[in-house]
């Protein structure tokens, strides 16, 4: 069934919490603002039980009303982390025909909208598009004021299924969603899970409807040194081990690893599988972290020592 929304403009999720400051949305809100398309409609979705933190997104978010910018606020008053659940209240008040997201820790350029519209309104045959986003290890001051960014290499390359199946490469803001072509069905995200939502969504989507990949840099994936907001994979990128985060995450991919079966009969990730693997880490985080961690630390240290004694000899 087709659905019609508001037919020009678009629509962007941005979930907060109280446990960052006020300045992280601030900067998030602003970047969308800067987006040279119009007509945009921003949902904040607050997740927090703080009055003063309702009180001081509601004086913020004042600031950016205009008529061709418009922002509208859900407080989702909860102490628990309900992330997933937290796109799905921002989505069902949308009300425009193209939808996308954004974290309060993370920005976009002044091309993402643009950038990723075109392709929408010019080629039929595509229900939603994406973007290169930049990687960026940032400091903070006291005032968690961003003092300091070191850029990696962006996420982004060109749109495989197989590769998608491998590992997520498309981060949540790295998109835009035309809802008049897709399923609404798929316009949900899966409440199951309590991390990688946005990886379970993205599955659903991409094994329904491919993409158009938009050669650009649209938007910042910010991690700050404090790994505060990091997920697992970062943490493996950056060598650093998190026990938490390693049980955690564990149980989520492996919960991707049966959607993936799910989804793809033909899929299999080998003879000693992703699921298997995960859902054994998730029951033993110690077990992860030292294989990961301490197995090559220690390997490392016995080639070393062979060499060594061998010189000796």
Partial sequence: ??????????????????????????????????????????IVVAQTEDEDFVKAIGELTAIYQFSDFLISIIINQTSQDQRTRNLNLGIDQARGRYIGF???????YENHIEALITPLKEIECFSWSYGNIALALCSTDGSNRIVNKNYDAPFGRDFDLDTLFQGNFIPIHAYLIDRNRINQDLLIFDEKFELAEDYAFLLRLAVNYRPYYV???????????????????????????????????????????????????????????????????????????????????LRHFLVNFIRIFGLME
């Fill in 1 to 42: 069934m087709l659905f019609i929304h508001e037919d020009d403009l678009v629509s962007i999720v941005v979930r907060t919490t109280g446990k960052r400051n006020i300045s992280f949305l601030n900067e998030a809100i602003e970047s969308i603002a800067s987006n040279r398309y119009r007509p945009i409609e921003v």
């Fill in 102 to 108: 954004l974290d309060d820790d993370d920005i976009f």
């Fill in 215 to 297: 050669r650009e840099l649209v938007g910042e994936y910010r991690i700050f040194r404090d790994l505060s907001n990091s997920n697992l994979i970062i943490n493996e990128l950056l060598k650093i081990p998190d026990r938490s985060k390693v049980k955690s995450w564990s149980k989520a991919l492996w919960q991707i690893e049966v959607l993936k079966e799910h989804l793809l009969s033909s899929y299999s990730s080998g003879l000693f599988s992703q699921k298997f693997r995960k859902y054994i880490f998730y029951l033993f985080p110690g077990m992860k972290i030292f294989f990961q961690y301490r197995f090559s630390a």
